[in-house]
């Protein structure tokens, strides 16, 4: 009876290494760790074209909406940063205030 156990583990051995040398012929097995993935991550990050410099209010791409900072008092925009970030293709571009309205008029 061990000769049987021993045959059959024979074959299981011999079953499990062809099964698992078609596997890495067929496939390629890739090893990542956590830094591997978040760096991967940091250079899939697409970043726009720096626009700053003369103030807009459309972005080249179309789009009109930005990602801006602000300081709110009394449920107002009391203050911004002339910085923004176009929200549909992350292009920095630089924010029109009051004054560059009086400049083109």
Not at 34 to 56: F, I, Y
Not at 89 to 95: E, K, P, Q, R, S
Request: aromatic share 10%; proline share 3%; charged share 25%.
């Amino acid at each position: 009876m061990k000769w049987v156990n021993r045959l059959a583990l024979a074959v299981t051995g011999l079953l499990t290494v062809s099964v698992a040398r078609d596997f890495f012929n067929k496939y390629d097995l890739l090893v990542f760790d956590k830094n591997d993935v978040e760096q991967a991550r940091q250079d899939q990050m697409v970043s726009g074209m720096d626009l700053r410099g003369t103030p807009t209010h459309e972005c080249i791409c179309g789009s009109q909406v930005f990602y801006i900072k602000a300081v709110f008092d009394n449920y107002e925009i009391a203050t911004y940063f002339l910085d923004m970030e176009c929200v549909e293709c992350g292009n920095l571009a630089t924010a029109p205030t009051p004054l560059d309205r009086e400049s083109q008029e």
